[in-house]
């Protein structure tokens, strides 16, 4: 039953935002030093601070041999600069440690639970990041949590009111329907932006508000004060 409900959720997306389709992506780690660049910020912020670095270090090796304060310098704008610049660096260094470069294309022809299991080892690398990659440049069909997705989860009623962002991501790999986490994915970011708002939810524009646990509530709750 709650497969039916998260079709029928993926398909009046589309049917009002369009159906988005994956056209191929950049490299793995440009993704990756940019989706830990995005932690706790906007995409503005991050996009700032990932030109900034990749101005002022055009290789990764040149980051990977910089002290984290050099990083944190250039990546000021993301926030959390210190901390992320460690991270970073040791992201960089795991990877040429124990892969011999920086060139990490080949995950996207690897079994995406084994990359998984291995970059999840890092701290700053975790289920959300390493699941934007996979579907972000290697088309793998893996449904990314961020926090516009969490929300919309838990307020349409997908998941415990309670679970975490782990907690959501394992849950809904299995409700989604096959080759539609990209599109789902992506309508989730267009309705958490636009009409799924954190503070206030425009429930009279959404177009699946017959299929959420919120907007039901909502319109019950308008009946009975008429």
Not at 83 to 99: A, F, G, N
Request: hydrophobic fraction near 35%; aromatic fraction near 6%.
């Amino acid at each position: 039953m709650m497969n039916q409900r998260v079709a029928d959720i993926t398909k009046s997306l589309e049917n009002h935002f369009g159906e988005p389709k994956w056209a191929g992506g950049g490299r793995p780690l440009n993704s990756l030093i940019n989706t830990v660049l995005s932690q706790n910020t906007n995409d503005k912020n991050r996009d700032a601070a990932y030109e900034a670095l990749r101005k002022k270090y055009p290789a990764w090796e040149d980051v990977m041999n910089s002290s984290p304060a050099e990083i944190a310098a250039a990546i000021r704008p993301a926030g959390l600069s210190n901390q992320k610049s460690v991270r970073i660096k040791h992201i960089l260094e795991w990877i040429y440690e124990t892969y011999g470069s920086l060139d990490i294309d080949f995950i996207c022809s690897r079994n995406p639970q084994e990359v998984i299991d291995e970059f999840m080892q890092l701290k700053g690398i975790g289920i959300k990041t390493i699941s934007v990659v996979l579907m972000f440049t290697c088309g793998v069909d893996i449904f990314p949590v961020d926090t516009h997705v969490h929300r919309i989860c838990r307020r349409i009623g997908l998941v415990p009111d309670n679970a975490s962002a782990e907690k959501t991501h394992h849950l809904m790999q299995s409700l989604v329907p096959g080759n539609k986490s990209y599109s789902l994915h992506m309508n989730f970011l267009k309705l958490g932006r636009t009409i799924c708002k954190a503070a206030k939810p425009r429930c009279d524009e959404c177009p699946i508000v017959r299929l959420c646990n919120y907007g039901v509530q909502l319109n019950q709750s308008s009946n009975q004060n008429r």
